[in-house]
DNA sequence: CGCCCTTGTTGAGCAATGCTCAATAACGCG
DNA sequence: CGCGTTATTGAGCATTGCTCAACAAGGGCG
């Protein structure tokens, strides 16, 4: 697959493949369980030189994680101009094919890191935002933004539980709960 | 506090005080960040000691969390025959008062470890169930319970954020607008 | 073409941490 | 008091995160 041992990459492409393992490494285990060892062995390098791109463990983490939040920005967020229901539907497929690593992502985080917090807040008040600006309504409410924040939240959580098992319920059926529950939420806020 | 140094206490005894350590260190840190040094030297005791009673550092662990979740569903169902007001109150209040282990719980949980995936979700699972019954409603169909489950992750998400400022909306804004979309959700259902 | 200087790369080694095991000493029972 | 059970410990090993001085590959300059 990848050549033999190319030596000498510029930093640049070598950071990217080291993330790159990172990101392919996520989808069998939760990152904390992403030993410098591994993937320094599987860029066929010395730990020593992952050390040299990433000060610590915890900033090449870091690294892996910001890239995996970017990947789920873009590929739910395509451009800004989107109705709720194209939103849904990409969230839902994304959720559908990248089931194992998401849940490795939000499961396998060291808690208390904040860098790690703010990271996660951040896409997900991106997600939040593009729901908002997709209604048309005023991004500003702290109040519409407590409630679709639960509703991303629950989002999340029906998706995941319904990829476990899709043949529980029609796929359509999910999103026609989940339209008409943020409906319903709405409704209830001046 | 403690006694100076009491040694040689039965087995029981001694798991509880280190269950107990455990869980108040959660106040402080993810549970990942615990150390078994950490624990031993909180319970002035020595490394080996705790392994003598927790075959491996996971096993540990999963006795906390355990006892993690047992106070949370102990704390929320009281007893089988309450309301939903209840115990969306009583959660409310349980994650006003705990947020922060709560978080450590949540967060620093090593994600792809099936047991504590397992725990996690009975404990879910058993919330779910009280909310069920309190409502008078097959606890056995899927679709009720993927719902059902969505709704507790909003309420979890809501919860936490509206706990770390609650100045900014009143208390009984988020207990209507969660009560409201628990009904609006079950509108939608067969 | 060949020297050299920049810099990508490595190996040896340290500290912390999870874990093992034989040895010890405290408690209870006769 | 003696003795067996067993709670407890200390020394030691492997892994893992991390440091640092030394090495060598590659390009630029003469």
Known sequence: ?????????????????LVGIGLRMLTERPITEITVDD??????????????????????????????ARRVR?????????GV????????????????????????????????????????AELVDGVLHALGRDPSTPALRLAVGGWVAM??????????DPAAMPREDVVALLLGALDDLLVRLP
Chains 1, 2 share one sequence.
């Open 39 to 68: 993937v320094a062995r599987e860029a066929d390098i010395s730990r020593s030189l992952l050390f040299n791109y990433f000060p610590t463990k915890r900033d090449y983490h870091l690294a892996v994680i910001r890239a995996a």
């Open 85 to 124: 229901p194209v939103i849904l539907d990409r969230f839902l497929a994304f959720l559908e094919r990248r089931r194992d690593p998401y849940l490795s992502l939000l499961r396998g985080v060291g808690g208390a890191d904040p860098e790690v917090a703010a990271i996660n807040a951040e896409t997900r």
């Open 1 to 17: 697959m990848a050549t033999p041992a190319p030596r000498r990459l510029p930093p640049d492409e070598r950071r990217r493949q």
């Open 74 to 82: 873009r590929v739910v967020l395509v451009d800004g101009d989107e």
């Open 155 to 164: 989002v999340e959580d029906v998706g995941l539980a319904w990829a476990a």
